[in-house]
C-alpha cells in the first residue's frame, strides 16, 4: 500500500527566504506526481505535475522535483511571500490504470510566511 | 475558483436527515472524484467515476450514495449521518486518455453532522 510523507507538518519563515518542502512515497512504481495549495477551508489548487519520466518542472516562483527511484519529491519555493501561507500537498498517482487517476495524499506541510 | 464547482458549501445536518451535495465541472472532463478531508488526516478518495460508471468505491460506508447522471455533475446523496462523517467533502474531474490525467479539485462542502 503506497504512504505519502511530508515533512515538515508545519513550517514558519521570514517573507523572502527560500524554503523546501518535501515530500516521500513508499512505492516507487507511481505515474506521476502532483503538488497543490490548499487555502483554509477551501479547495485544492494544483500547483505542479511531475510526470514519472521528468526531473523537474516549474512554475515562477515554484520548482519541483522528482526522484522516482528514492522515492522523494521536493517543492522549492523562492523569494517566499505572505501570500504563500498555504497548506501544500503532495498526492503521487499509482501507475497502470487507465480509468481514472488514483491520487494518494501526504498530510501536508502548513508553511506560513511572516511579512 | 475552478472549472469545478460543489454545492452548498456548507451543511449543517442531524443524524436523521437526508441531504445532498452536488458536484458540477465545466471542463470537458470524463472522470469525477469524491474525496473526503478531515482534521489531522490526508485527503481520503471515497469514489471514482468514469463516464458515468463507478470505477470504485473505497470501502465507503453505504450511508453515504454517490449518483453520477453524466460526466459532467456528480452527487453525493447522505442519510444517517454520524457525528464523525463532519468533515470537508472535496469533489475533483480529470480527463481520462490525457496522459497527464491531472485532476481539477472544487471549493468543497464543508459537513458539520449535530
Known amino acids: 500500500k503506497q504512504e505519502v510523507t511530508q515533512i515538515p507538518a508545519a513550517l514558519s519563515v521570514p517573507e523572502g527566504e527560500n524554503l523546501v518542502l518535501n515530500c516521500s512515497f513508499t512505492?516507487?512504481?507511481?505515474?506521476?506526481l502532483q503538488w497543490f495549495r490548499q487555502d483554509p477551508g477551501k479547495g485544492l489548487t494544483s500547483l505542479l505535475l511531475?510526470?514519472?519520466?521528468?526531473r523537474e518542472q516549474t512554475s515562477g516562483r515554484l520548482n519541483a522535483s522528482l526522484d522516482k527511484s528514492s522515492g522523494r519529491s521536493t517543492l522549492y519555493i523562492a523569494a517566499s511571500q505572505p501570500g504563500d501561507s498555504a497548506t501544500y500537498l503532495c498526492?503521487?498517482?499509482?501507475?497502470?490504470?487507465?480509468?481514472?487517476?488514483?491520487?494518494?495524499f501526504g498530510e501536508g506541510t502548513q508553511l506560513t510566511v511572516n511579512p | 475558483e475552478t472549472g469545478v464547482t460543489q454545492t452548498p458549501r456548507h451543511l449543517v445536518m442531524g443524524m436523521t436527515n437526508k441531504k445532498s451535495l452536488k458536484c458540477e465541472q465545466h471542463?470537458?472532463?470524463?472522470?469525477m472524484y469524491w474525496y473526503k478531508q478531515s482534521a489531522k488526516k490526508p485527503l481520503e478518495l471515497m469514489f471514482v467515476y468514469n463516464f458515468k460508471e463507478q470505477t470504485e468505491n473505497n470501502s465507503v460506508p453505504s450511508r453515504f450514495s454517490p449518483e453520477c447522471p453524466n460526466s459532467s455533475h456528480l452527487f453525493l446523496h447522505l442519510h444517517t449521518l454520524q457525528p464523525e462523517d463532519s468533515a470537508l467533502y472535496l469533489c475533483a474531474s480529470s480527463r481520462v486518455g490525457n496522459s497527464y490525467n491531472e485532476q481539477f479539485f472544487g471549493p468543497g462542502t464543508r459537513l458539520t453532522v449535530l
Open positions: 471542463l470537458g472532463h470524463n472522470a
Open positions: 512505492d516507487s512504481a507511481i505515474y506521476n
Open positions: 511531475i510526470q514519472s519520466s521528468q
Open positions: 498526492a503521487v498517482r499509482r501507475g497502470g490504470e487507465t480509468s481514472g487517476s488514483r491520487l494518494t
